[in-house]
């Protein structure tokens, strides 16, 4: 039976709730009839790189500015660590979210130090955009560079880069110099992956899913055993000592 989840300490209040799934859903609607989003230069058509061109893509040692914790470890789409590892943390986050950036400060490290680089567990960024644009352009650029197996690079730099909320603080500038930090990460495709139609489908579904479950607020932890469901999990802390009793937990089954 699963570890039974303790309250939290501290929570987001109420503009943090259920809204979320609706204020998404209305986001994603728009942006599948109107179209995309434009990342870079105030709408006018951009010219993609040849193939095998090497343009917009970020190479080499020291690229990753800092977060070399991440350096070694699989990414496949939103999922860090071990794609066999049989515990998976579920992190609902946004990415305009202070408390998120908190959690990523105090205790994402030490997890992954601990628990993903072995190949214990694995982390799923479950990311949603309820807070406003700036949220939901930051996602979409996250989620696309997912698809070249770099989401957890950007979204740690996203979390280091955090404005104020709704404050326009994710400039195009600032995608670009994300991106340039993050190595081997081809950003011209990013920028183009992030307003497609397949980004925003992606969207809708975690905010579907968090609104079956009843997810709160930000950020919310869900911890997955094998193919059972995964269940809910209310550290009382953002701090590591928090999460490795329920860890330790999934872990021995």
């Known amino acids: 039976m ?5 309250p939290p300490a ?3 209040g109420p503009d943090r709730n259920l809204v ?5 859903a209305a986001l994603v609607a728009a942006a599948l009839i109107v ?4 990342l870079s230069g105030g709408g006018g058509t951009s010219t993609a790189p040849a193939q095998g ?3 917009g893509r970020t190479t080499g040692a020291g690229a990753s500015g800092g977060i070399a914790f991440l350096d070694g470890i699989p990414q496949h789409g939103t999922v860090l660590g071990n794609p066999d590892a049989t515990v998976r943390l579920l992190q609902y986050e946004d990415l305009q979210c202070p408390i998120c950036r908190r959690y990523t400060e105090d205790a994402l490290q030490t997890i992954v130090e601990e628990y993903v680089r072995p190949g214990k567990v694995k982390l799923d960024f479950r990311g949603l955009a309820f807070l406003g644009a700036d949220s939901d352009k930051a996602l979409r650029v996250a989620l696309a560079a997912g698809r070249q197996n770099r989401l957890w690079h950007v979204v740690e730099l996203f979390y280091r880069e955090q404005g104020e909320e709704n404050s326009g603080w994710v400039t195009d500038a600032k995608v670009d110099e994300i991106l340039g930090r993050v190595p081997d990460l081809d950003a011209a495709k990013v920028k183009r992956d992030a307003h497609s139609a397949g980004i925003a489908k992606e ?5 579907a899913e968090a609104a079956r479950r009843r997810v709160p607020g930000t950020p919310w932890f869900y911890i997955g055993v094998g193919a059972g469901e995964p269940y ?6 953002l701090t590591p000592d928090a999460f490795r009793p329920a860890l330790d937990g999934a872990l021995q089954g």
């Open 232 to 237: 809910e999990l209310q550290p009382a802390s």
């Open 10 to 12: 501290t929570r987001r």
């Open 53 to 55: 061109s090497t343009e």
């Open 20 to 24: 979320l799934a609706i204020a998404v």
């Open 35 to 38: 179209g995309s989003i434009v």
């Open 2 to 6: 699963p570890p039974v989840p303790r």
């Open 203 to 207: 969207i809708a579904a975690v905010a």
